[in-house]
T-cell receptor
Framework: KNQVEQSPQSLIILEGKNCTLQ??????????LRWYKQDTGRGPVSLTI?????NTKSNGRYTATLDADTKQSSLHITASQLSDSASYIC????????????FGTGTRLTVIP | ETGVTQTPRHLVMGMTNKKSLKCEQH?????MYWYKQSAKKPLELMFV???????ENNSVPSRFSPECPNSSHLFLHLHTLQPEDSALYLC????????????????FGPGTRLLVL
């Protein structure tokens, strides 16, 4: 069964600290893995996307890693800011079309001053 | 803003009401989608339209009726909903449907928060 599991469910960190969010998947075949950021009251916005051959990709203070062998990905946030408070959703694609997108339930990150 | 707008942003309706959600994209895309987002559950794909034609209906109950008059507008007509239909309804768009899943990005609207009483 194609599944995407994210951990932790929620996380609270102090402003300026780093954090790492996890995504484990059982999706097969594998096409790519994308991380979205969803602010409260907003729709998801794409942060990064990685294919099988990529094991790291950065977008500013966000760095995603992918281990296709163990089917794990992480999203590392450096020097967190209050604006990083959001839900982060991992999405794994098994191929063409929206029906081949498998969404995680997200990690809710709260950054406190 | 992502270029995808949704109205209304919040909606409260009784189980016997009829209402409609509206989505408009200003990105020149040809594909549009409805998703349902419930608390602690993954996004659920409901409907897919490509060039105004419905290409996917993921076993959605008939009390949800989509309409796509053109590539820029998408509606979701609601009638006789149940309390378990309360959720955030997200609209998304992309250039086409075949690229989604192969790296093409979907752009999401802010959603309509629906509460069914």
């Amino acid at each position: 069964k194609n599944q995407v599991e994210q951990s932790p469910q929620s996380l609270i960190i102090l402003e300026g600290k780093n954090c790492t969010l996890q995504c484990n998947y059982t999706v097969s075949p594998f096409s790519n893995l994308r991380w979205y950021k969803q602010d409260t009251g907003r729709g998801p916005v794409s942060l990064t996307i990685m294919t099988f051959s990529e094991n790291t990709k950065s977008n500013g203070r966000y760095t995603a890693t992918l281990d296709a062998d163990t089917k794990q990905s992480s999203l590392h946030i450096t020097a967190s800011q209050l604006s990083d408070s959001a839900s982060y959703i991992c999405v794994v694609s098994a191929g063409t079309g929206a029906n081949n997108l498998f969404f995680g339930t997200g990690t809710r990150l709260t950054v406190i001053p | 803003e992502t270029g995808v707008t949704q109205t209304p942003r919040h909606l409260v309706m009784g189980m016997t009401n009829k209402k409609s959600l509206k989505c408009e994209q200003h990105l020149g895309h040809n594909a549009m989608y409805w998703y349902k987002q419930s608390a602690k559950k993954p996004l659920e794909l409901m409907f897919v339209y490509n060039f105004k034609e419905q290409t996917e209906n993921n076993s959605v109950p008939s009390r949800f009726s989509p309409e796509c008059p053109n590539s820029s507008h998408l509606f979701l007509h609601l009638h006789t909903l149940q309390p378990e239909d309360s959720a955030l309804y997200l609209c998304a768009s992309s250039h086409g449907t075949s690229g989604v899943g192969e790296g093409e990005t979907q752009y999401f609207g802010p959603g309509t928060r629906l509460l069914v009483l």
